[in-house]
């Protein structure tokens, strides 16, 4: 069993959103941290040593406030307070509450835990495979609702129109509209916007014509390394992507090389291939450079590649008893050993076990399936035990060191036993 201090600190990372979605392939959960801010929504865990009236989960109203109470033994007088934590992380929201709760406690004990972030509700409707209303979390941009949504073959994507409400007309129904132009999203991220709760895109049709001959092109836009220059090796920067002219026989690999390849933020299993016949299809990069011929496909006239960003919940956690327990990026290319990431959490703590720990395979993503696997760090330091390499999702464990009973504590038992009661 882990101490009460660590399993509590657990309970920083089980939460998550609930993300719903229509299609396969939806952006996964944001996994709260020390750092994640409070928002209206929020679920929050309080406990209070010694008040169990008190410790329970808190929702946070649309004012970014908790209501706390306290009331007498016979429960005829009772005092109601709300404490606000809005835009708080969870340390600071302890502060709060605990300053809130010294009126009527001496020196509270209190922790809170983050165990719930709401979600953004979007609606998309137009030119996508899957239109309809959709649950993404805070932070997600235009590029994460397509992931799930799929736009089709002759979407515009150089003309999308969100209708958002406008905050300072909110009361009497205003909503403001805008236009993006996603194929630039690459360059500038103020056309792969963030989501707001409420926002319904629109994804209009491009118009029907046919392709010139001149034009026998591919247009690819997203995460790749195309050249600065307006004409490289045949490559053309056009408002509505990189065009690379194609010959026959030409596949996708071939198209890769021209140019330049793909950035490492590209998320390399899930390429949108659109043609103009209306097919799409899911490629998988990494397929394509192996020649596998379901994925290095014949390209053909018009065909669109959208290369989306890699997917942003690649981390891994360091907790328990180290000394800035947190969660880390797992980035592409990068291996991460159980020492590193001791190191990296700020080392162990006063309280630290240095000979019990647990490394939690894949408890980021679902803390009821996660493989324990514990560890003496001593032994690791000395080589005796292998230095783990870590998966993304997983989570390093540092156990609080127990204190020894005294002689007294181990005696009074046996001294009892012999007393006259």
């Keep these: 069993m882990l101490p009460a201090a660590l399993a509590f600190l657990l309970c920083l990372l089980a939460g998550s959103v609930v993300l719903s979605a229509r299609a ?4 996964k959960v944001q996994i709260p941290t020390m750092e994640t801010k409070i928002t209206p929504g929020c679920l929050l865990n309080v406990i209070v040593d010694d008040e169990p009236d008190l410790s329970r989960p808190y929702t946070v109203d649309e004012k970014g406030c908790i209501t706390l109470s306290v ?4 429960g005829e007088h009772s005092e109601h307070w709300d404490v606000n934590v809005k835009g708080l992380t969870t340390a600071a929201a302890k502060a709060a509450i605990a300053e809130s709760l010294s009126k009527y406690i001496k020196n509270p004990e209190v922790h809170v835990a983050l165990a719930r972030i709401p979600g953004l509700r979007v609606e998309i409707t137009g030119e996508v495979q899957h239109p309809g209303t959709y649950v993404l979390p805070y932070n997600s941009r ?32 205003g909503v403001a509209s ?28 491009l118009a029907e014509a046919p392709v010139p001959v001149e034009l026998q092109i ?18 053309v920067q056009r408002a ?34 659109g043609r103009m016949d209306g097919t799409t299809r899911i490629l998988d990069g990494d397929k394509v450079y192996s020649d596998d011929p379901g994925n290095n496909l014949e390209m053909k006239a018009g065909d669109l590649l959208i290369v989306p960003r890699r997917d942003r919940s690649q981390v891994f956690a360091v907790l328990g008893e180290v000394n800035t327990p947190s969660t880390f990026e797992m980035k592409p290319g990068t291996k991460i050993h159980i020492l590193q990431a001791i190191a990296m959490g700020g080392d162990f703590s006063k309280k630290a076990d240095h000979h019990k720990a647990v490394l939690s395979r894949g408890y ?42 005294t002689i007294w504590q181990q005696l009074l038992p046996l001294a009892l036993h012999f007393l006259p009661f």
Excluded: C
């Design 218 to 235: 591919v247009r690819i836009v997203g995460e790749i390394n195309s050249p600065p220059q307006n004409l490289v090796n045949g490559l």
């Design 24 to 27: 396969q392939g939806a952006p």
């Design 71 to 74: 009331s007498d033994t016979s």
């Design 178 to 205: 805008f236009n993006i132009d996603f194929t630039t999203a690459a360059a500038d991220d103020s056309d792969d916007p963030k989501l707001e709760d409420g926002d319904k895109i629109f994804i209009r049709k």
């Design 142 to 173: 235009i590029s994460d609702l397509f992931a799930v949504a799929l736009t089709k073959s002759m979407a515009d994507l150089t003309n999308i129109l969100i209708r958002r409400v406008d905050n300072q007309t909110k009361a009497s129904g």
């Design 240 to 273: 509505d992507g990189v065009a690379v002219p194609i010959s026959k026989g030409m596949r996708l690999k071939d198209v890769f090389e021209r140019i330049g390849g793909l950035k490492e933020t590209a998320d390399r299993g899930h390429l949108y291939l």
């Design 364 to 405: 980021l993503l679902d803390p009821s399936k996660a493989r324990q696997i514990p560890f003496d760090p001593e032994l690791v330091r000395k080589g005796e035990q292998p230095d783990m390499e870590l998966e993304s999702g997983d989570a390093v464990v540092i156990e609080q060191r127990r204190k020894r009973p």
